[in-house]
């Protein structure tokens, strides 16, 4: 059975809007209007047992709200979620015992006492027994390389030591399965990427089922086989992040290097040009024609070189943000 | 649970520890009850006030600064910021009522602003002997028990108003509203039997009585009898019916957290 | 003028957001009426023991009370919102932006925000004092109504000191909260005339803190009983406060430059 499985997932919620200027700011004072957001809409997928899901979308998509849902923070408007066989919104012991979420904007930690002060009152929390614990804390001490961390005020410590702390808090009874929250957000570069490793490696060793968001590609390129793309509560893609270009970039990128100069008119026929720089220009084509092109292409220019790409994921999801929806 | 409850309180005592400067200040911000003996010494300057000589307000209000560091709580104010916020999100993730987190620092709380207090009253009563009086073995028990009880009554309706964050933005000024309550009924404006027999009437039946000026009255020999046990059964009725509605409101109040997001 | 015309600006940002809180409003009247009636209330029960407290009446002590609401509104309202923001500026470094800014520092600090709502409680204030006078069928002269709002504009200055004092110690011990509750449990002593305290509390209450100047003095100013001694005095606390508050904050402001980076 899969670790976690939605079906149908819908969660709106009710907002007052706002009309601009100070009429309007008199106006909403008198009369509210009211309006139904689809944060979450009629969204399923499955994740089995060990798996590490990507989980993508702008700011407001509904990753957050999807994430709170699969935790049990808030209960579905419609449709179903089972995580680990239960309810979640129920908050059952026995499933918030196999759990944890990481919200890389919020804290657990008691900001004012040493963070090993929080694990031992996790400890007691999570009825975790000593040597479970002893063996658990060495462990992730030793990914984590926590040492000199544990005794230091959490107010003292960095942004990057507070998140290896907050990482090691909500691990400490070895939850089935980890909700990850923007984990590296307003991490530097190398910060990001040992909680990657860290994150990869907890996963190999554990077989921990993960579901992770993040701003940063990069995060969801490294850790993630699988992607889920969702935009204004709606589900885009879910599958293979290396078929995801395929399926959803509707050109490749056409690299060429020529013997005479080239201009932009001259190209404009075969594709949308991205760059020229004398011998050198760069084009989209047209998936499907892709072939076609390129062969009239060499007939009709005097290349040196062709290659043929998928474009960078990163552009195809910042596109499909920005179109706001798939063009199929 | 008694496991976890001993690293709450551990946790719970570094913290306090750690806020040591703001406890003090806190309770040295507790001037209205001098205030208020200042202003009622003056009033006695001509005579006595009702049953009231100068060394009885002394002795009432010493008591009543003893009682009030024992029943105090502000769980209201740190439930209705956890809600708003959403610093509650996460603890209800973890196997363990968040609510246990603020009984134990109320608890560590308690030890450190006795430890402050007592040489504090020693004190008083030894600048101003008038002030000294002698009690009972058994008025004194039960008025520990009742100042046990009195800040289960407090802790608990407080939490009940903090709930309220739940469903509105505004339980903070209804957490004042009911504190300020609590200062007119409760024992701290005046002693109860110096208001109106009407006010006082009504003042039985409602919580704030059982929250403060109670234990203070079973000390001072002010309630006897009959009054005495009618008042430590609505002291343990407003017990009762504070745990009900807390869990009543809390079970909804989560609840309907889930429903519009947490 | 160009301050003016700021503070015109800064007044209307927080009336647009203030108007986003409707249920702040009702909720800020019945706190208002409220709070008016608990001191109310208060001093009654003192009244239904004797008919006079030190040697003020009734309606005196309710003249009293009416300042000190008004006050706490000025205080809630004008003085407190800037404060929590200064606090939080310091403690995120975003007091930067401010400083370099081409306006007095002080000014764009403690000037930049209104609670509006909470000018109910001068509202209520101004009629609590309204009612009493009437009761009281003072003859108030022109001199004597100059002398209570000239006083009144004096205490406005030293509240304002006092607060400005209060946060600028926000450079060094960033979390100051406990100071502010502390101020205010204090300045809760001037719900009564400060007369009847014991000498030494009065003596407090007048020169380290200096609450019998916000209430009492306009008060016994209006009721013709105020000799004119204290009038200059409360002047002259009210300028060096002033004056301290203005010269502390800008050691702290270059405390507060050479020391961050």
């Not at chain 1, 923007?182 to 490793?197: C, N």
């Not at chain 1, 290097?257 to 760069?282: I, K, N």
């Not at chain 3, 909260?177 to 300045?187: E, P």
């Not at chain 3, 400060?194 to 020169?207: D, H, M, N, S």
Request: with cysteine.
């Amino acid at each position: 059975m899969a670790d976690i499985d939605i079906q149908n997932l819908c969660k709106y919620y009710r907002v007052h809007q706002k009309e601009p200027g100070l009429a309007g700011s008199i106006r909403s004072f008198v009369a509210r209007r009211y309006k139904d957001v689809k944060a979450v809409d009629d969204v399923s997928f499955t994740i089995a047992r060990g798996e590490v899901v990507g989980f993508l979308g702008p700011n407001g998509a509904g990753k957050t709200t999807t994430l709170k849902v699969l935790s049990g923070l808030l209960f579905p408007t419609a449709g179903e979620a089972r995580v680990l066989g239960f309810l979640p919104h129920k908050r059952g012991t026995d499933f918030l015992r196999q759990i944890t979420l990481v919200m890389g904007q919020k804290q657990q930690l008691l900001w004012d006492l040493p963070a090993i002060e929080t694990f031992l009152v996790n400890q007691a929390i999570y009825e975790i027994p000593a040597t479970a614990y002893r063996q658990t804390l060495a462990e992730l001490n030793e990914l984590l390389d926590l040492g000199p961390l544990l005794k230091k005020q959490v107010r003292k410590l960095s942004l990057g030591e507070r998140m290896k702390c907050e990482l090691a808090a909500a691990l400490l009874h070895r939850p089935r399965v980890l909700f990850l929250d923007e984990p590296t957000i307003g991490l530097d570069v190398t910060m990001q990427t040992k909680m990657r490793q860290f994150i990869a490696e907890y996963n190999r060793r554990h077989g921990a089922t993960i579901v992770l968001t993040s701003h940063y590609m990069a995060d969801v390129t490294a850790l993630c086989k699988r992607v889920i793309i969702i935009d204004h509560g709606r589900l885009l893609y879910d599958g293979n992040l290396e078929t995801l270009a395929q399926r959803l970039a509707p050109y490749k990128i056409v690299s060429i290097v020529a013997r005479a100069p080239l201009t932009r008119d001259q190209l404009l026929r075969y594709g949308d040009v991205q760059e020229v720089d004398t011998f050198r220009a760069q084009m989209r084509v047209p998936r499907g024609h892709s072939s076609e092109v390129i062969a009239r292409l060499l007939q009709e220019i005097a290349v040196d070189d062709v290659t043929v790409e998928e474009p960078p994921i990163e552009d195809i999801i910042s596109e499909i943000f920005l179109a706001g929806g798939v063009s199929s | 649970m008694i496991r976890k409850y001993i690293a709450l309180l551990k946790a719970s005592w570094s913290l306090t520890m750690e806020y040591r400067v703001g406890t003090l200040v806190w309770m040295l911000s507790n001037t209205l009850p001098l205030i208020m003996l200042a202003v009622w010494l003056s009033l006695a300057e001509e005579g006595p006030v009702g049953n009231y000589a100068p060394a009885d307000f002394v002795r009432y209000y010493v008591i009543v600064v003893i009682v009030r560091q024992f029943t105090t709580a502000w769980v209201s104010y740190e439930l209705e910021r956890q809600i708003r916020l959403g610093e509650l999100s996460p603890k209800l993730l973890r196997p363990l009522h968040p609510i246990h987190e603020h009984v134990a620092i109320h608890l560590a709380d308690r030890v450190f602003r006795i430890g402050l207090l007592l040489p504090l009253v020693f004190l008083v009563f030894w600048f101003y002997p008038e002030a000294r009086f002698s009690v009972d073995v058994f008025p004194a028990a039960l008025a520990v028990v009742t100042t046990v009880v009195a800040f289960g009554v407090r802790f608990l309706t407080f939490s009940c108003i903090g709930l309220l964050s739940f469903w509105t933005t505004q339980s903070e000024s209804l957490s004042d509203l009911y504190y300020a309550a609590w200062v007119m009924l409760g024992g701290i404006i005046a002693p109860l039997d110096l208001l109106p027999a009407s006010v006082m009437h009504i003042g039985f039946y409602l919580p704030f009585r059982y929250m403060l000026s109670l234990p203070v009255e079973i000390v001072l020999g002010k309630v006897t009898g009959v009054a005495l046990w009618q008042g430590v059964f609505m002291q343990l009725g407003w017990l009762l019916a504070g745990f009900l509605l807390f869990r009543l409101l809390w079970h909804w109040g989560v609840r309907n957290y889930s429903a519009v997001g947490a | 003028m160009r301050y003016l015309k700021l503070i015109q600006i800064f007044y209307k940002n927080c009336l647009l957001v203030d108007l986003e809180y409707r249920a702040n409003f009702l909720i800020n009247s019945v706190m208002s009426v409220f709070w008016a009636s608990f001191a109310i209330l208060g001093i009654k029960i003192l009244f239904l023991q004797r008919d006079h407290i030190g040697d003020w009446s009734y309606y005196e002590v309710l003249l009293v009370i009416g300042l000190f609401q008004l006050f706490t509104g000025v205080m809630e309202g004008v003085l407190r919102p800037n404060v929590t923001q200064i606090v939080e500026q310091i403690r995120l470094g975003t007091m930067d932006f401010l400083l370099t800014k081409p306006v007095s520092s002080q000014f764009l600090a403690s000037m930049r925000y209104v609670r509006v709502w909470h000018l109910v409680d001068v509202a209520v204030g101004v009629g609590i004092c309204g009612y009493a006078l009437y009761r009281l069928q003072v003859q108030v002269s022109v001199w004597q109504a100059l002398l209570f709002l000239l006083l009144l504009c004096s205490a406005t200055v030293l509240l304002y000191s006092l607060w400005l004092l209060m946060v600028t110690t926000a450079f060094w011990f960033v979390r100051i909260d406990n100071i502010t509750h502390l101020f205010s449990a204090i300045f809760d002593a001037g719900r009564f005339p400060v007369t009847i305290y014991p000498g030494w509390v009065q003596g407090v209450l007048l020169f380290v803190i200096p609450v019998g100047f916000i209430t009492t003095v306009p008060a016994a100013a209006a009721l013709g009983r105020l000799s004119l001694g204290y009038a200059v005095l409360s002047f002259v606390m009210a300028a060096v406060m002033f004056v301290a508050s203005y010269f502390f904050w800008r050691f702290a402001v270059r405390h507060y430059s050479s020391a961050s980076s």
